[in-house]
């Protein structure tokens, strides 16, 4: 079924959506533990993390900012030995960056005291329904940051995926 949602309505839906991660995402990290990662650093740490060896340029790519920018931040990572640098098998000329068990170590605490208060919220403030409609939002709020570039126009209309309903 589709549910006929113009470029308006979808903007609305856009705005409600921005707000409540924005809102979230600022109390999430009041929640952050009191350590020496940086944000950045931590985004980095969880690219490692997810996605195995990277090279400086790639995970630059991904930041969406200059390699430039985040060799401050990789040299801090290097320092505590939360990464190391090594040589591209593949190309010599290049260097891949690993995350270490140190670094794992550090991600997985800064997730957990975070993780455990929204958890605990979500118990508190959240039906079990409710809590069921988050997971799903969150794989759906996923695919969305991973979304490359679309037309920055707000005047273009927003094509929304067909909706098909599997429930009659």
Known sequence: MNHGEDGGEALGAAAALRRGATRLARRLRMERPDRGETLLQLSVLGHLSRR??????DLAAIERVQPQSLTRTLTGLEERRLITRGPDPSDGRRSLLTITDAGRCALRDDMRQ????????MAAQLTTAERELLRIAAGLMERLAETDELPRDPNTRVALPRMVDNHG
């Open 114 to 121: 975070r993780d455990t208060w929204l958890a605990a919220a």
């Open 52 to 57: 195995g060896a990277m090279s400086p340029g």
